[in-house]
């Protein structure tokens, strides 16, 4: 019954700036890591960013510098701040999950729908 619910897509213009919101609910033993990865139309799917439970973050070259990942670990929540944006960014934004099991050496992962975002003008 874990879900991840996205939000924060959709059009914007190139240079603009969109926030991504996921959240996560349902019985979560821990939470590893949570982190945000995308798809362009017959490409292959991408990390963009991931932060850990620990506060350790990883971001895709493409991103750096304009991208910022952060997360409310009490609410199991992970946010994707984009600014400077630019066609290319343009993809299905996923929302991933893993989850630590009470079998510390089991992981489990959860991915969310996805949210469209557009940069176009």
């Known amino acids: 019954q874990v879900q991840l619910v996205e939000s924060g897509g959709g059009l914007v213009l190139p240079g603009g700036s969109l926030r991504l919101s996921c959240a996560a609910s349902g019985s979560i033993f821990s939470v590893s890591a949570m982190g945000w990865y995308r798809q362009a139309p017959g490409k292959q799917r991408d990390l963009v960013a991931v932060?850990?439970?620990?506060?350790?973050?990883t971001y895709a070259d493409s991103v750096k510098g304009r991208f910022t990942i952060s997360r409310d670990n009490a609410k199991n929540t992970v946010y994707l701040q984009m600014n400077s944006l630019k066609p290319e960014d343009t993809a299905v934004y996923y929302c991933?999950?893993?989850?630590?099991?009470?079998?510390?050496?089991?992981?489990?992962?959860?991915w969310g729908q996805g949210t469209q975002v557009t940069v176009s003008s």
């Open positions: 932060i850990t439970s620990g506060g350790s973050t």
């Open positions: 991933k999950m893993t989850e630590r099991t009470s079998v510390g050496y089991y992981f489990n992962e959860y």
